[in-house]
């Protein structure tokens, strides 16, 4: 409401730029859930390299796509979005380059077993970090802190996907080691 333009413009550039972000997760989604009967078959298998391998495939996949689309985003966002200035869409989709990383991770730790940390994993971005923010910045803010929870809530969730990752490939790697000694 304290926009130059009222309440109305900048409630619907948010709406916009949502809508482009979720057609662009939409193939991310796909990839992670594509995954997860792989992952899950290999994992009760006992073929940990193959686990490793398919989510370490299907990040790269979605990464290639973040790339792409964050190209897209910073480059063409006129062409993209022409109903409202390229600046908030450009701050609001400015980590896109790493928004594959949460959804997979989410179904990896599906895929395994570990359903909580799945689940824990599906509400950082979204719940836990952009909700909390959406509230908070625009107190500090007015409508640019809008824009800037997007970048902040994708970093930070990149960042406790990556923590817990980072663990569980090295566990698997234990899993491997013993399993061929045995």
Same mark, same amino acid.
């Not at 190209?71 to 910073?74: A, L, R």
């Not at 991770?105 to 909580?116: H, Q, V």
């Not at 971005?125 to 970090?129: A, C, K, V």
């Given at each position: 409401a304290l926009s130059i333009y009222g309440s109305d413009i900048p409630l619907a550039c948010? %709406?916009?730029?949502?809508?482009?972000?979720?057609?662009?997760?939409?193939?991310?989604?796909?990839? #992670?859930?594509g995954t997860q009967p792989v992952i899950g078959f290999n994992y009760g298998?006992?073929?940990?390299?193959? +686990?490793?391998?398919?989510?370490?495939?299907a990040l790269s996949a979605a990464s290639v796509l973040s790339v792409i689309a964050f190209? =897209? /985003?910073?480059f063409f966002p006129r062409q993209i979005i022409s109903a409202f200035g390229n600046g908030y869409f450009r701050i609001y989709m400015f980590l896109t380059i790493i928004n594959g990383i949460q959804p +997979?991770?989410?179904?990896? /730790?599906? #895929?395994? %077993?570990? #359903?909580?940390? %799945? +689940?824990f994993m599906s509400l950082t971005?979204?719940?836990? /970090?952009l909700l909390p923010l959406i509230v908070i910045f625009p107190i500090f803010m007015g409508i640019d802190g809008v824009m800037y929870a997007g970048p902040i809530a994708d %970093?930070?969730?990149? +960042?406790? =996907?990556?923590? /817990?990752?980072?663990?569980?490939?090295?566990?698997?790697?234990?899993?491997?080691?013993?399993?061929?000694?045995?």
């Open positions: 948010a %709406g916009i730029i949502s809508k482009v972000n979720m057609i662009f997760m939409s193939f991310v989604i796909g990839i #992670s859930q298998a006992k073929k940990y390299r193959r +686990v490793s391998n398919t989510y370490l495939l190209i =897209c /985003f910073q +997979v991770t989410s179904n990896f /730790f599906n #895929s395994i %077993g570990k #359903s909580r940390l %799945g +689940v971005r979204q719940i836990l /970090f %970093g930070a969730a990149a +960042v406790v =996907c990556g923590y /817990f990752t980072v663990r569980e490939l090295k566990e698997l790697k234990q899993l491997e080691n013993s399993a061929a000694v045995n």
